[in-house]
């Protein structure tokens, strides 16, 4: 039989491959994924409740609308970086995770003047690239015009420290990717490699002691997560606060793998779609021993976290001398205003995260403790290029580089409060790769509370 056959067989049975699924009575699959996933988040004063009604119906149009502009769907980063920590260069086997970019001319022109917009022609220009590239390439092509403007952005940068370990920009491996066209969706990268990854950052940056077991720890003794909850209880609450975040993380691209998930590939048609099986294996409280409510609120804590971060930072872009430059005077003047509105309304949430309880007490303490959360983090946007998936690795660049500019925006607040209405913001910076990687970010967290709604309402209604 051909590979190609073969593959096609496979992704077929995929469902066929998974552990059965329990089965009860009309909505019992949904209470075992959402039981749990209800009331207060642990640490905050928020609910879930408030955060879906305040996410799916206000914020999630608008902030879907501000990243499929010009500014906001370039993203530079260098996905030829060699893995820091250990010598495995064997990069994802399956077909679509290979990187293939796409030929120039079947790349949409990415900025023109102010009459161009993506027509019709070149937006099916973009889907006939996206149908013949693999599921897990990148597709690094620009235009001539977007090359020209990108130079034209970095003169309107600011640079500062970050919370991350930050591409080069000016290497010449360093590319820009239109986002739009590498969305984050379903692979084929599983198996021993992306739990190495996983395992890595939960197992030596997460502050979790050796002889502490981590629930559902492959090939370890498993107590029920008694030991390690235990644990996780009695730290102080940056650290708890520091797993949370990575956990949420870790739930909210599992999301998004089971919402774009492949669920035909022929020669005809690629088909894309929710994999109700794939979202149970990872978040079923049977199947997952009670882990997968406890990923899922974790998910609300990154949430709020990172919209904590966008009303604090509104200052920065408040300044009238601020600009999203693409060389579009009358477009980048509307993008801000709606950027604008999206941080007025990320204010305007009435039961925001208190983190003034962060690092507060003894001041050399605190410091010091900042500075371990900083350089574990840090430690774990490194890790990223150890990635093997190559679409893979650049959500997961930008979505950790994303959460350490939130990191750094929360422990700036002196700072930012220092900033003059006009002139340049010498204390407090943000770069254009941290503002893409922020709001991209965030837009993830957004997407994924979103799709649960989607997949309450369609195990709700399983037999």
């Not at 993380?249 to 929710?274: C, F, M, V």
Request: charged fraction near 25%; proline fraction near 5%; aromatic fraction near 12%.
């Amino acid at each position: 039989m051909a590979a190609g056959a073969g593959l096609l067989r496979a992704l077929g049975l995929a469902a066929l491959l998974l552990p059965a699924v329990p089965r009860g009575p009309p909505g019992g699959a949904e209470r075992r994924c959402f039981c749990q996933v209800t009331g207060h988040i642990d640490d905050c004063t928020c609910d879930v409740e408030t955060i879906d009604a305040f996410n799916n119906y206000k914020l999630f149009p608008r902030l879907n609308e501000l990243l499929e502009s010009d500014y906001f769907r370039y993203y530079k980063v260098n996905l030829k970086k060699p893995c820091p920590f250990w010598n495995d260069n064997s990069h994802c086997g399956i077909r679509d995770c290979a990187v293939k970019p796409c030929p120039t001319d079947e790349v949409p022109n990415g900025i023109r003047s102010a009459s161009y917009k993506y027509s019709e022609e070149a937006s099916n220009h973009a889907e006939e690239c996206e149908e013949a590239n693999r599921l897990g390439a990148v597709d690094e092509s620009l235009s001539k015009e977007t090359q020209r403007a990108m130079l034209q952005w970095t003169r309107h940068d600011d640079s500062s420290d970050s919370f991350c370990e930050a591409d080069d920009i000016h290497s010449p491996d360093a590319e820009y990717v239109d986002l739009l066209l590498n969305p984050e969706r379903y692979t084929g990268y599983k198996g021993p490699d992306a739990w190495k990854i996983w395992n890595s950052i939960y197992e030596e940056n997460c502050f979790k002691p050796q002889n502490v077991k981590r629930p559902l720890a492959s090939g370890r003794g498993d107590d029920g997560g008694h030991m390690f909850y235990k644990w996780l209880k009695g730290v102080c609450i940056e650290k708890r606060a520091f797993y949370k975040l990575i956990s949420g993380l870790h739930a909210s691209i599992n999301i998004h793998l089971s919402a774009r998930y492949l669920l035909q590939d022929t020669w005809s048609e690629k088909k894309w779609g929710p994999n109700v099986t794939e979202f149970q294996q990872r978040f079923d409280e049977v199947l997952t021993r009670g882990e997968g409510p406890r990923r899922l609120k974790n998910l609300y804590f990154l949430y709020l976290i990172e919209l904590r971060a966008l009303s604090k930072v509104l200052p920065f872009f408040d300044r009238p001398g601020f600009q999203l430059y693409t060389g579009n005077k009358s477009h980048d003047a509307e993008i801000k205003n709606l950027l604008l509105e999206i941080l007025h309304l990320a204010k305007s949430f009435p039961l925001h995260f208190d983190e003034n309880s962060f690092f507060a007490g003894n001041k050399k303490e605190a410091a010091k403790l900042k500075e371990e959360f900083r350089l574990h983090f840090k430690n774990i946007t490194r890790i990223m290029d150890c990635v093997g998936c190559f679409k893979c690795r650049l959500w997961g660049k930008l979505q950790t580089q994303g959460l350490g500019t939130v990191l750094k925006i929360l422990f700036s607040e002196n700072l930012i409060g220092k900033i003059p209405e006009s002139g340049p913001s010498y204390g407090f910076q943000l770069t254009r790769q941290e503002i893409v990687a922020l709001f991209n970010a965030f837009g993830r967290v957004s997407t994924s509370v979103r799709e649960l709604e989607n997949f309450r309402n369609i195990l709700r209604n399983m037999q």
